[in-house]
Nanobody, 116 residues
């Protein structure tokens, strides 16, 4: 069974940085249109960044210029570099396919907390 495993979260002060990683067993991430999602308490899960098979990236407005999504294909890993973090970035972050029909079971996610 395919497993998506997110890591790299933590507690960081406003203005700080974190680098999230997503690894997968049983599939090759590079062939999929992949995304990083987040879910804050009391809110719906939202797609914050995506990368297609050609490497084209897309971001929601609130993270543009601060977050960078990338792939490490030899390591079958997806990353999210998050800089200039803000308290409103606090959420559980998940990776998964963007296309609904390709989506796999959600992993446990990784908690990102931005607080002084």
């Amino acid at each position: 069974q395919v497993q998506l495993v997110e890591s790299g979260g933590g507690l960081v002060q406003p203005g700080g940085s974190l680098r999230l990683s997503c690894t997968a067993s049983g599939i090759t991430l590079s062939i999929y249109y992949m995304g990083w999602y987040r879910q804050a308490p009391g809110k719906e899960r939202e797609l914050v960044a995506s990368i297609n098979g050609n490497g084209r990236t897309n971001y929601i407005d609130s993270v543009k210029g601060r977050f960078t999504i990338s792939r490490d294909n030899p390591k079958n890993t997806l990353h999210l570099q998050m800089n200039s973090l803000r308290p409103e970035d606090t959420a559980v972050y998940y990776c998964n396919m963007v296309v609904t029909q390709s989506r796999r079971p959600w992993g446990q996610g990784t908690q990102v907390t931005v607080s002084s």
